[in-house]
Nanobody, 115 residues
Framework: VLLQACGGGLVQAGGFLRLSCAAP???????????MEWHRQAPGKQRELVGS???????LYADSAKGRFTISRNNSRKIMYLQMNSLQVEDTAVYYC???????WGKGTLVTVSS
């Protein structure tokens, strides 16, 4: 497993969480070439892309995340973040970080938003 996601938990609707994704097994020179992604899988649903970030910090977001979620990364620390604000019950899912194009998904971290 190349990536370790953490930071999930139980939060009330309207609240916020920050997820982190560390890549301790990747060397820096490789990490900085990767486009990194956050995905999520809600109960009974297919996994979906939340957003992505290039090494230079350019981001793309799914419509469901725009205006509420922010992806950032610290290349020197090999860590990516997902700041989630104004959380909704519909955001309840297991969140995974992912190297674009890879087959490695890791364990993910569970986010539960209560009403």
């Amino acid at each position: 497993v190349l990536l370790q996601a953490c930071g999930g938990g139980l939060v009330q609707a309207g609240g916020f969480l920050r997820l982190s994704c560390a890549a301790p097994r990747l060397i820096f020179s490789t990490y900085v070439t990767y486009v990194m992604e956050w995905h999520r899988q809600a109960p009974g649903k297919q996994r979906e892309l939340v957003g992505s970030i290039t090494s230079g910090g350019q981001t793309l977001y799914a419509d469901s995340a725009k205006g509420r979620f922010t992806i950032s990364r610290n290349n020197s620390r090999k860590i990516m973040y997902l700041q989630m604000n104004s959380l909704q019950v519909e955001d309840t899912a297991v969140y995974y970080c992912h190297v674009q194009g890879s087959d490695d998904w890791g364990k993910g971290t569970l986010v539960t938003v209560s009403s």
